[in-house]
């Protein structure tokens, strides 16, 4: 799912609006990827794109205090999960939990390898979601037809609820927690959850990091058939 405006779509498929965060990241994304939230406007409008805010909504608050704090909450977000998969995969073998800790940019020393949180990143994200998300409300719009609004204008502490509050029921749902995946495209870090039957899904998009292996693949194929 793409949503946004101008010459800039975003992306929205991950299956959670925490990992969606994540991917808005310079190491959360596809190859050569840059920083998505590179100003407050750029946030005013991924939030409005990922249905945080219902279009429209005036953000008379929003400043630069406003996105070093998502931005501080995409990096929770993304060590907490790198510390999931990491942890997975070396499960039964601390050193390589150790490792592959390490390698995921965490630092496994400050805790113990078993434990979901690892430095404050998680009391931060618990404090987080334990403020009050916006109210919404149902509203007459255009030709009558009800609408989403809000009870007030949301303030950041708000909308950080709101994600902190989906990274909380990610870590603590098992089911969800064991769908959690890496693209395994090239030079792609996604994070996302695989729901599909199987268990089989391999890319963060089948359209894109899906399409781009099997473009590359075609091209290793006609190469070496020619040099057959």
């Known amino acids: ?8 779509v975003w992306r929205f498929d991950s299956g ?42 005036v953000l008379n608050a929003l400043d630069a205090t406003w996105l070093t704090r998502f931005r501080q909450l995409r990096a929770d ?21 150790q490792l592959a800790l390490a390698v995921g940019g965490i630092d496994p020393a400050p805790a113990q390898v078993g434990c979901p949180g690892y430095g404050n990143a998680l009391d931060r994200v618990n404090s987080l979601a334990a403020e009050a998300p916006p109210g919404p409300r149902a509203v007459r719009g255009e030709g009558g037809a009800l609408v989403r609004t809000l009870s007030a204008e949301p303030g950041c502490a708000g909308l950080l609820a709101v994600v902190a509050r989906d990274t909380v029921d990610l870590l603590t749902d098992p089911v969800a927690r064991g769908a959690l995946r890496r693209c395994a ?25 899906g399409n781009r292996e099997r473009v590359a693949r075609h091209r290793r194929r006609r190469i070496s058939a020619k040099e057959i």
């Open 16 to 57: 959670r609006i925490c990992l969606d965060l994540v991917a808005t990241g310079p190491a959360g994304g596809t190859p050569r990827a840059r920083e998505q939230l590179d100003g407050p406007g750029r946030l005013a409008d991924w939030l409005t794109a990922a249905r945080l805010v219902p279009p429209g909504t």
């Open 185 to 209: 495209g090239g030079a792609c870090h996604r994070l996302y959850l695989d729901t599909s039957r199987g268990g089989r899904r391999r890319w963060c998009s089948g359209e894109v990091c």
């Open 77 to 97: 977000v993304d060590r907490l999960m790198s510390a999931q998969l990491a942890l997975r995969e070396g499960q039964g073998d601390p050193a390589t939990a």
């Open 1 to 8: 799912m793409a949503a946004g405006r101008g010459a800039y």
